[in-house]
């Protein structure tokens, strides 16, 4: 894998270290810790796929892709909240091939 493919798992790792260290300053603390719980993640994928779905339907290719990326990391975030790791997407994915 070169340094692209491994963007999701390091991305994951990253993750990982706030919710295990919590630094200050980070934005993915701020959602470990949110006085909503998980609520907070979730509105937060609510809304971007609202985002997503208003800048295909403009054919804004380059909206398209920050709110594909909002989303996958809120989602690995969620993953992770609910103590699931990115290879139970992968496992999914692959057992639909
Ligand atoms: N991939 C992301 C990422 N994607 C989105 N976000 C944050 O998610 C929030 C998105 O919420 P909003 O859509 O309301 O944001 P917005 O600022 O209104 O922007 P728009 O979508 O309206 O353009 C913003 O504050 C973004 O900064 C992210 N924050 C962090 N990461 C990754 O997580 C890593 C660790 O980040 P920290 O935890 O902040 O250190 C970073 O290095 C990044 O790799």
Known sequence: MDDADDVIDDLFA?????KE????????TSLFTHEKGENA????????????IL???DDDREELAHESADIVY???VL?????????????????RR
């Open 21 to 28: 260290n919590l630094p200050e300053d980070s934005y993915t």
């Open 79 to 95: 993953l992770s909240m609910k103590g699931m790791d990115v290879e139970d997407l992968r496992a999914e994915l692959s057992k």
């Open 41 to 52: 993640v979730l509105e937060k994928l609510g809304e971007e796929t609202t985002e997503l």
């Open 55 to 57: 800048a295909a339907k």
């Open 14 to 18: 990253v993750i990982e270290d706030r």
């Open 74 to 76: 809120h989602l690995l």
